[in-house]
């Protein structure tokens, strides 16, 4: 087989099909766009689970004044019920369990609060009686809060246990629904390109039906025939493929790193060079999905 002559009868095909070309190429980019984006949406999910599991910490809730359950019966917790809690994060028990604790008083904590809702109506009809005295408790393995639960809720004086991982559980969960949407969407719109290409590699051997009928009269191979409309379909969708590995890598560069990490600097960031391992997934779908749509469409012409 000779390359030139396939090479030439890609390029007639690309010319005189030009306008459904480039549909094919938008298409098979904002497609892969979005397959790009959900791929780095789990990327960012990953790397912000690993940054907060390890600082999240569990929180021990002492009774206040105007608390009213089976363990706060409206009194705070005093010197005793705290040294009572203290006593317990020091024992041989949970010390396996846990790195470090600190104790949050009254007043600590209503300085904090002012500070995060300052200028809120709220901070004036706020005591610091009315806020808990907290333990935090940091564990070296944070999958072990159970063990923090079990120990302390039901007893004198604790209000509540709080496990911070279980709110962030909810907050990832939402991430991973909007990636999974992302996903679906992508889905959809792979679905509408390898439908746009099998419609461009009809049209485009209509368009040549003329030649198509002198190969197979000089005994040209189906191969030989279909190789040039495959590599179409490929090329068409390669380039969209690539332009969306590139956007996906300037939406890391350019948002992530240049715009989130600078406004929005709470938390932990993928890189760069942790995006550079979407384009070539993006290449391989556009590649073989192409190639499929093509193999398919061409295949179903000629045994018309």
Not at 37 to 49: E, F, H, P, R
Not at 208 to 226: C, D, K, P, T, Y
């Amino acid at each position: 087989m000779r390359a030139g002559l396939v090479l030439g009868e890609v390029w007639s095909g690309l010319r005189r099909n030009l306008s459904v070309v480039i549909s094919v190429i938008l298409v098979t980019f904002v497609s892969l766009t979005f397959v790009g984006a959900a791929i780095l949406m789990q990327l960012q999910i990953q790397q912000m689970k690993t940054f907060w599991y390890d600082r999240a910490q569990v929180a021990v809730y002492l009774c206040t004044d105007y608390d009213q359950s089976a363990t706060c019966s409206g009194e705070d917790a005093g010197e005793d019920e705290v040294a009572a809690v203290k006593g317990a994060l020091e024992n041989d028990a949970l010390r396996p369990y846990v790195d470090d604790f600190f104790f949050v008083s009254h007043d600590e904590a209503y300085d904090e609060f002012t500070k995060q809702f300052a200028g809120n109506p709220i901070v004036e009809i706020t005591k610091p009686e009315q806020l808990n005295q907290t333990f935090w408790i940091k564990l070296k393995d944070p999958s072990k809060s159970d063990i923090i639960q079990e120990t302390f809720s039901g007893i004198p004086g604790v209000q509540s246990v709080s496990d911070q991982r279980s709110l962030l559980d909810r907050i990832f969960l939402f991430l991973g629904v909007a990636s999974y949407t992302a996903i679906a969407i992508a889905g959809l719109m792979l679905v509408a390109a390898m439908l746009l290409i099998s419609t461009t590699i009809r049209l485009s051997a209509y368009s040549r039906r003329r030649e198509i009928g002198i190969m197979r009269l000089v005994g040209a191979s189906n191969r030989f025939i279909q190789t040039p409309f495959i590599l179409e379909g490929i090329l068409a969708a390669l380039i969209g493929a690539v332009l969306a590995g590139a956007a996906s890598v300037a939406i890391v560069k350019f948002f992530v790193q240049g715009f989130l990490v600078a406004e929005v600097p709470f938390t932990s960031y993928i890189t760069v060079e942790q995006s550079l391992v979407v384009p070539p997934i993006l290449i391989a779908v556009g590649v073989i999905l192409s190639s499929i749509a093509a193999k398919i469409a061409i295949t179903r012409y000629l045994r018309v």
